[in-house]
C-alpha cells in the first residue's frame, strides 16, 4: 500500500503564500520523481510542479516564477512553496510519483492518491 500524505493548504489572499507538503513512507521515494498535481473544478487534474531524484525541477507555465518545489530525502517529504497566490490557483493539491502513475507495479496498477489539501485564493 502507498501512502501520500498532503498537508498545509488553506484559505489565503490574492498574493499570499502558503506552503505545502507531502509526507510519502516507503522505498519509493528516494528512487523516483516526486510531483504536485492541482484538481480545479470543471478541468482535468494538471501537473504543477516536478522535482527529480537529483532536484531539478520543472514547472507549469502557469505557476513558474511563483512555486517552488522541494524535496527532503532523509524525511520523504517533498515541498511546494507557493507564492503571489491568484484566484485561478484555487484547488484541490495532491503529489505523487509522476514517473509510476498507470504502471503495472509489482503486478498491481499503480493508482495511489492521497486525500490532497485544499487551496483556496480569495480576491
Known amino acids: 500500500q502507498v501512502q501520500l500524505v498532503e498537508s498545509g493548504g488553506g484559505l489565503v489572499q490574492t498574493g499570499g503564500s502558503l506552503r505545502l507538503s507531502c509526507l510519502a513512507p516507503g522505498s519509493l521515494f528516494k528512487d523516483n520523481d516526486m510531483a504536485w498535481y492541482r484538481r480545479t473544478p470543471g478541468r482535468p487534474r494538471e501537473l504543477v510542479a516536478r522535482?527529480?531524484?537529483?532536484?531539478?525541477?520543472s514547472y507549469s507555465r502557469s505557476v513558474e516564477g511563483r512555486f517552488t518545489i522541494s524535496r527532503d530525502n532523509d524525511k520523504n517529504e517533498v515541498y511546494l512553496q507557493m507564492s503571489n497566490l491568484k484566484p485561478e490557483d484555487t484547488g484541490l493539491y495532491y503529489c505523487n510519483y509522476p514517473q509510476l502513475i498507470g504502471k503495472i507495479i509489482r503486478g498491481v496498477l499503480f493508482d495511489y492518491w492521497g486525500q490532497g489539501t485544499q487551496v483556496t485564493v480569495s480576491t
Open positions: 522535482v527529480t531524484t537529483s532536484d531539478t525541477t
